[in-house]
Nanobody, 126 residues
Framework: EVQLVESGGGLVQSGGSLRLSCAAS????????MAWFRQAAGKEREGVAF????????YYAGSVKGRFTVSRDNAKNMLYLQMNSLKPEDTAMYYC???????????????????WGQGTQVTVSS
């Protein structure tokens, strides 16, 4: 059974930091590209960060570039998102996703990934 389980969300003040984790199981994690998406209340889901299967390609949404860092540990089947300098507009449910196809700058932020987690809530207070 494929599972992606996010953790690390919570309530933090503006300017604070959080580190999200995504534990993967049930598929060959090291051969899949991974991404973080988020969805705020009343808004569409948006891509936040992408990392290729060997971490050779990393992309970020413009709104988080310079503040968020995506990483992965293929030996542990783990994906991470370090979020610094958090802003109230970062408040959302955050999801990790796994994709088995090629993703580039032109398509990593689209939602056509094979597997999705249930999400972890991040709330940033002003």
């Amino acid at each position: 059974e494929v599972q992606l389980v996010e953790s690390g969300g919570g309530l933090v003040q503006s300017g604070g930091s959080l580190r999200l984790s995504c534990a993967a199981s049930g598929f060959s994690f090291s051969t899949y590209a991974m991404a973080w998406f988020r969805q705020a209340a009343g808004k569409e889901r948006e891509g936040v960060a992408f990392i290729s299967y060997r971490s050779g390609r990393i992309y970020y949404a413009g709104s988080v570039k310079g503040r968020f860092t995506v990483s992965r540990d293929n030996a542990k089947n783990m994906l991470y998102l370090q979020m610094n300098s958090l802003k109230p507009e970062d408040t959302a449910m955050y999801y990790c996703a796994a994709g088995g196809k090629y993703y580039g700058l032109e398509n990593w932020f689209r939602s056509d990934y094979n597997y999705w987690g249930q999400g972890t809530q991040v709330t940033v207070s002003s």
